[in-house]
């Protein structure tokens, strides 16, 4: 069966729900995140989260582009993390390439990063809208991200 693809921002949201879901199982025990970067409504990478240890869905997708890319616009389903830890900052490399516009389906809930990702974004003057597919992307998050009561350890 073939889905129609819907050049929404809806619909470029959807498209990085259905690339986080490709993580699946590898990326275990990290999230299934997907990313898509938009350029004149066309999508241009595409990237998820990969195994433990190697990179996740940002620096994926932002690897296949060169360049300062301020004309593009990048749909993530979880906010990006904004911490160096065995990856990089997703963040810090959406800032470094100068990316334009970012949507984040979902906050992370995790209290290490928990709005520190969309706030270095922001810091840099990256135009930030959340909330975009919320719902869709909590279904296919929530059994991966960090819960209250959880130990506080990430990838």
Same mark, same amino acid.
């Given at each position: ?64 582009? !060169?360049?300062?890319?301020? @004309?593009?616009? #990048?749909? &993530?389903?979880? =906010? ?54 919320? !719902?869709?992307?909590?279904? @296919?998050?929530? #059994?991966? &991200?960090?819960? =209250? ?7």
């Amino acid at each position: 069966m073939t889905t129609r693809f819907d050049p929404t921002l809806e619909g470029f949201m959807r498209e990085a729900l259905r690339e986080g879901r490709r993580a699946l199982p590898a990326c275990r025990p990290n999230p299934p995140v997907g990313c898509v970067l938009v350029r004149e409504g066309v999508i241009v990478a595409r990237g998820h989260t990969q195994p433990p240890y190697q990179p996740h869905a940002e620096p994926m997708a932002l690897a296949t582009l !060169e360049g300062d890319l301020g @004309d593009v616009t #990048a749909f &993530v389903t979880l =906010e990006p993390c904004a911490f160096h830890q065995r990856t990089p900052s997703c963040a810090e490399e959406m800032v470094r390439r100068k990316v334009g516009t970012v949507y984040v389906a979902m906050i992370d809930p995790h209290p290490r990063n928990r709005g520190r990702g969309i706030d270095k974004l922001r810091a840099a003057g990256l135009v930030v809208h959340t909330g975009l597919c919320e !719902e869709e992307a909590h279904a @296919d998050l929530d #059994a991966y &991200v960090w819960q =209250e009561g959880e130990p506080d350890a990430l990838d």
